[in-house]
């Protein structure tokens, strides 16, 4: 796990924005987009971002593949969840003879004791 690391804006350009990536990357795995945009945002030249992100991507630290994978399970995951939910609210908002007779069809079909 990552911790934040204070920046030394003294330091050489290539140092800062390495420091930068990595205090972006604390909170949550980005992909190699994103932490372009956000070193550009925080006044990172071109090419210092260019070696910055080719320096992380050795490291192991950016892998959009991987992101792509992690990004797009969280979203199923949580469009699931969203389903669940809305149907938990359905099934709450159902006057209780309608609830005891969905409950009764679904044992049934199930064929649940």
Known sequence: ???????DHEADPYSVAY??????????AKSKGELVAHLKKRGIEDEVASATIFRLQEAGLIDDEEFARAWTHYLS????ANFA????????????????????????????P
């Open 1 to 7: 796990m990552l911790d934040y690391v204070k920046v």
């Open 19 to 28: 420091t930068i990536a990595l205090n972006a990357l604390v909170a949550r």
């Open 77 to 80: 995951e949580l469009l699931l």
């Open 85 to 112: 939910l809305a149907g938990s609210i359905k099934i709450l908002l159902m006057p209780p003879s309608m609830r005891s007779m969905m409950k009764m069809n679904t044992e049934w079909h199930l064929n649940l």
